[in-house]
């Protein structure tokens, strides 16, 4: 048996943005005001961005959260800001640091969380009701699907730990994913965005919660984003709105599954040395594919990045992070040999590690660390 389920309604493509107004204004229909949380000014200088003040009018506050990664006290700072304001709708614009972060804000809504400490407890707390508001996610990067997903990422610097904010009462009102707000991505961040997409997608064709229509998305995903993926390089605008497809797809994907090992591994890589998440994943699929095709058929996953092996596979992720400008092994990011006992302790995250088809044992987490050490 096989079940897949997603509830957010999804517009994407060129011109998806022009939705935008009307389904801020659908979303708060019972009345109360909304919430735009941005990750800067930039991308507010859309003309749909002019069209949902106007809409909305006295009803929108905006404001700015620029951080990467976000970490539990400035969520606390976020969240403290809100207090007492009763937002009905978040609608966050930004990466999948904004875009977590406007999770988190709607689902906190109309809770008053005392500290950091009191934080933590509630992130990784299960007993989430329903929530009183509703948020939107618009993507101004294409790769960390967040939009389509119901849990946030939240870091832990103190505790070396990545906390997830995971309930099904989380999923956005509506997504909408246009490729003109990835105009302004650096070369370097659209590539390690899209092959974390890529990840996304691996990862929840092989995934112990796998199921038919994820692994259908996956492969599509997959081909689409390494079909077009070059062309970030030369600017081109049909590769932008391919990354944006191929992410949607991969988002919705692993929206049914959650990621496996190379998520999992990937946690401490990013705390520790900084390498950004598209990077660190990439690094790692073809190692775990190579794994896991011990006990899963990986020829479907091959055919779609038109590899003819992990190693092919291996190969091609590494050409696109240099040519991007980013070091493609993790002594570049200051790792060192000595430093593998400490990142595969760390590497294991629950509900990622132990949902990856192959059991990942401590020897077998630091084998998978030293091939791309
Ligand atoms: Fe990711």
Known sequence: MS?????????????????????????????????????????LAEPAFAALRERLGGRLETTVFPHSNPTLAQLFEAHAATRGKDFRLVVAVGGGSTLDVGKCLARLMGETVADVDALRARVAGKAWGACACRWIGVPTTAGTGSEVTCWATVWDPEREAKLSLDTPTNYAFAAVADPAL????????????????????????WARATNAVSRALAVA?????????DGL???????RAAMTEGATLAGLAFSGTHTTACHSLSYPLTLRYGIPH?????????PVMRLNASVCDVAPLLGAFGAEGPEAVAARVRGLLLRAGLRADLRGWGARAEDLPGLAAHGFTKGRADNNP???DAPTAQALLAEIL
């Open 358 to 360: 192959v059991p990942l």
């Open 278 to 286: 598209g990077v660190a994943v990439a690094l790692l699929l073809a």
């Open 182 to 205: 990835t105009r302004s991505m650096p070369v370097g961040l659209a590539v390690s965005s899209a092959l974390d997409a890529v990840a996304h997608a691996t990862e929840s064709h």
């Open 233 to 239: 390089f030369a600017g081109d605008e049909a590769a």
């Open 3 to 43: 079940r897949w389920h997603n509830p957010v309604r999804v517009v994407q493509g060129p011109g998806a943005l022009e939705a935008l107004p009307a389904l801020a204004e659908e979303a708060l229909a019972g009345g109360g005001r909304a919430l735009l949380v941005a990750w800067g000014e930039a991308p």
């Open 221 to 229: 995903a997959i081909r689409t984003v390494m079909t077009h993926i």
